[in-house]
T-cell receptor
Framework: RKEVEQDPGPFNVPEGATVAFNCTYSNSASQSFFWYRQDCRKEPKLLMSVYSSGNEDGRFTAQLNRASQYISLLIRDSKLSDSATYLC??????????FGTGTSLTVIP | NAGVTQTPKFQVLKTGQSMTLQCAQDMNHEYMSWYRQDPGMGLRLIHYSVGAGITDQGEVPNGYNVSRSTTEDFPLRLLSAAPSQTSVYFCASLPGPGANVLTFGAGSRLTVL
């Protein structure tokens, strides 16, 4: 069983829409949680960490549900520049990061 | 700062050939790692290192060797390339234990014929 599972999409949404991605993880001992963004043929880059209390960064809101072992990312007022693949990432020990396969988002004009 | 530098960006090999993917970082990061990314599989950890002289296996280490003789460099060696090793390879580093922002290199696209 994969450590992290994501719906690969693709999600095609119009500009201004709100879109949500979910991700589940299998190991209840997982310690840290993140969303990374990867543009086509580029390296992944940290979008935001995910905290138990939930956290927001501008149009982006991340939530963690430890009881159900899932993580979510909400993007409000989608922009064309949000088109990318969003990777859900967890760590079990401090040194090993486990990546989901990614969810593809295309924002349409 | 250059960050994490990977070379080469592209490489084509024949089955059985050997090669080394280079990774260097100038941030004095203790932790370095190699991932491969394949369609539908996500990024998978190959090998990692928590400091000079220390390496360990990740999820998919078979067919790859690493060494960490300096803090800055973490080369990945393919001793006898196989078509199954066709992939995009990313090197990534962290300042140390407990740090949570992986800094990635730009990637190396390898094709094995």
């Amino acid at each position: 069983r994969k450590e992290v599972e994501q719906d690969p999409g693709p999600f095609n949404v119009p500009e201004g829409a709100t879109v949500a991605f979910n991700c589940t993880y299998s190991n209840s001992a997982s310690q840290s949680f993140f969303w990374y963004r990867q543009d086509c043929r580029k390296e992944p880059k940290l979008l935001m960490s995910v905290y138990s209390s939930g956290n927001e960064d501008g149009r982006f809101t991340a939530q963690l549900n430890r009881a159900s072992q899932y993580i979510s990312l909400l993007i409000r007022d989608s922009k064309l520049s949000d088109s990318a693949t969003y990777l859900c990432v967890v760590t079990i020990t401090g040194n090993q990061f486990y990546f989901g396969t990614g969810t593809s988002l295309t924002v349409i004009p | 700062n250059a960050g994490v530098t990977q070379t080469p960006k592209f490489q084509v090999l024949k089955t059985g050939q050997s090669m080394t993917l280079q990774c260097a970082q100038d941030m004095n990061h203790e932790y370095m790692s190699w991932y491969r990314q394949d369609p539908g599989m996500g990024l998978r950890l190959i090998h990692y290192s928590v400091g000079a002289g220390i390496t360990d296996q990740g999820e998919v280490p078979n067919g790859y060797n690493v060494s960490r003789s300096t803090t800055e460099d973490f080369p990945l060696r393919l001793l006898s390339a196989a078509p199954s090793q066709t992939s995009v390879y990313f090197c990534a580093s962290l300042p140390g234990p407990g740090a949570n922002v992986l800094t990635f290199g730009a990637g190396s696209r390898l094709t094995v014929l």
